[in-house]
């Protein structure tokens, strides 16, 4: 499941628990931030609660194909067996296995597992990774009027994205950036509906047969609309595509110091470009709808990109005011990125 820490001061979180009665199994893994268990239909004479090794036992299931395994206690040993191969583990009671927290449902809504994901990667890049900024390492969940916003940002940049959605209470909660990994990784691939809630200490989703539970991050989110610029007469539409190529190139000549690539707006195009004394100079023009007053603005070319890679339309939408202030990308239908310009000092 990917959450038992190889090195812990707690050697029995390097298991798996399996849990076995009639009818139903259910394997299950946890660090302490954050808890996962899946479960499948069994046919079983005795009850089985044991800890079997997460490195070897992880691996192995990996490597099974089969749809059906038979699995035995003897003792002290765990059997499993396939239809080509016997696997024999070493394993150990459950009683030192932590318990499954509990929570109460304070804010939930049910959201099909695409969307899920979708929301979570739309703006999960823009989250602080500095770890000083305690209550912006990770993903804001807030329930609205009309369903979910997600929200993330590190203070220099920010992503919002919308999703409507039948909810059920109120409030806020702060998704940890290594639960927003894990949250991405079990609903890939799958289209059941996800079943989301949250109190103040846990967030949890589930589905018909997995379900993950983590700790929140604590502290305030700021005002993040507040950030949202209100007004921004100038548009530029231009080619995904085009312009994730051009800042490419752009940013190969940028270095430490300069840090940024230039977007030179004028009637039917944009420019990118990119220098340094140390690397020299790149230019790229490409066509694109815009018949504003014209100027040039500089950003973080990373910050540019980051947003470009999870942008679903082709033709991208920039909106700007001037070159001192805020730009907004729509990113999808509901979902816009605001990112601060770079100002070089003289």
């Not at 009818?23 to 893994?29: D, F, K, P, T, V």
């Not at 639960?179 to 289209?191: H, I, K, N």
């Not at 066509?287 to 100027?295: C, D, L, V």
Request: aromatic share 6%; glycine share 8%.
């Amino acid at each position: 499941m990917g959450l038992c820490p190889s090195r812990s001061p707690k050697p029995v979180l390097s298991n798996l628990r399996l849990q076995c009665s009639q009818g139903r199994s259910i394997l299950e893994a946890t660090d302490l931030e954050i808890w996962a268990k899946r479960s499948w239909s069994n046919k079983v004479g005795e009850p089985v609660d044991l800890l079997l090794p997460a490195a070897s036992m992880g691996g192995l299931l990996k490597e099974i194909d089969d749809e059906v395994i038979f699995i035995e206690e003897k003792e002290k040993w765990i059997e499993v067996a396939t239809r080509d191969t016997q696997i024999r583990l070493p394993c150990v009671p459950a009683v030192e296995f932590p318990a499954w927290p509990e929570m109460q449902k304070e804010g939930s809504f049910k959201i099909p597992a695409p969307r899920l994901v979708e929301g979570l990667k739309r703006v999960g890049f823009a989250a602080a990774q500095e770890k000083t900024r305690y209550a912006l390492n990770g993903v804001l969940v807030a329930l609205t009027g009309k369903g979910v916003e997600w929200v993330a940002t590190d203070g220099r940049r920010m992503g919002l994205a919308e999703e409507a959605a039948a909810v059920s209470g109120s409030g806020k909660a702060i998704l940890g950036l290594k639960m927003v990994s894990v949250l991405e990784r079990t609903f890939a691939g799958t289209g059941q509906d996800v079943d989301f809630s949250f109190d103040r200490r846990f967030c949890r989703a589930a589905t018909e047969d997995v379900e993950v539970l983590g700790r929140l991050v604590e502290g305030a989110y700021p005002d993040y609309r507040a950030v949202i610029p209100k007004s921004l007469p100038e548009k530029a539409v231009v080619k995904k595509s085009e312009i994730e190529k051009a800042v490419r190139k752009a940013a190969l000549v940028t270095t430490v110091a300069s840090g940024s690539v230039g977007l030179r707006f004028f009637e039917g195009g944009i420019e990118v470009s990119g220098q340094s004394a140390e690397e020299g100079e790149i230019r790229t023009t490409l066509p694109a709808r815009y018949n504003g007053k014209g100027f040039s603005i500089r950003f973080n070319p990373r910050f540019l990109l980051d947003a470009f890679q999870v942008a679903a339309a082709e033709d991208l939408e920039i909106h700007l005011k001037d070159p001192s202030s805020p730009a907004l990308v729509h990113l999808a239908e509901g979902a816009v990125y605001v990112v601060l310009p770079v100002h070089l000092v003289s």
